[in-house]
């Protein structure tokens, strides 16, 4: 990880996503995803962003807990924060970009009908989605495991995402 912000985005993402922040940017990966959900976040993020960020490392200066810092992040910070915080989660899961303010309509007593809007940021954000490993399935039309897989019991989920099932 090239930045401090990186490596403070991906700590978070492992601490949004449960899902462990070497599994999130294995040592050595070619995969552009992590940098693309970094750089979509910040740009799209603009100021709440850093606000994240910020929250984020102060929480974690202090010594925090997970849950505490997940209210920090979800309730202490308002809503801006806490939206940004959803979308950065379902770009990692879904390889897609849901705007917070599309995804804040949403939470309301008339939400907008139909499904949120969205972004898929790549192709490969897509097939490489944290949905398709926890589900311990694959994106329709790609895999990446060899020709009769399916005849075998799949791994543990704990070895896709690096924590306990």
């Known amino acids: 990880m090239a930045s401090d912000s990186m490596s403070q985005f991906v700590n978070l993402s492992a601490l949004l996503t449960g899902i462990s922040a070497d599994k999130l940017v294995p040592p050595l990966s070619p ?79 008339t939400p907008p009908p139909g499904p949120p809007a969205s972004t898929v940021l790549s192709s490969e954000a897509y097939t490489q989605g944290w949905a398709w490993n926890v589900a311990q399935a694959h994106a329709m039309g790609y895999s990446n495991y060899t020709f009769g897989y399916w005849g075998k019991p799949p791994p543990a989920l704990s070895d896709f995402t690096g924590a306990a099932s």
């Open 31 to 109: 995969s552009p995803v992590p940098q693309l959900i970094f750089t979509t976040a910040q740009q799209r993020g603009g100021a709440t962003f850093v606000t994240l960020l910020g929250v984020y490392a102060d929480a974690v200066a202090q010594g925090r807990t997970d849950a505490q810092i997940a209210a920090a992040v979800f309730s202490d910070n308002g809503a801006d924060v806490c939206y940004l915080a959803r979308s950065i989660m379902l770009a990692w899961y879904l390889g897609s970009w849901y705007d917070p303010k599309v995804l804040q309509a949403y939470n309301s007593a």
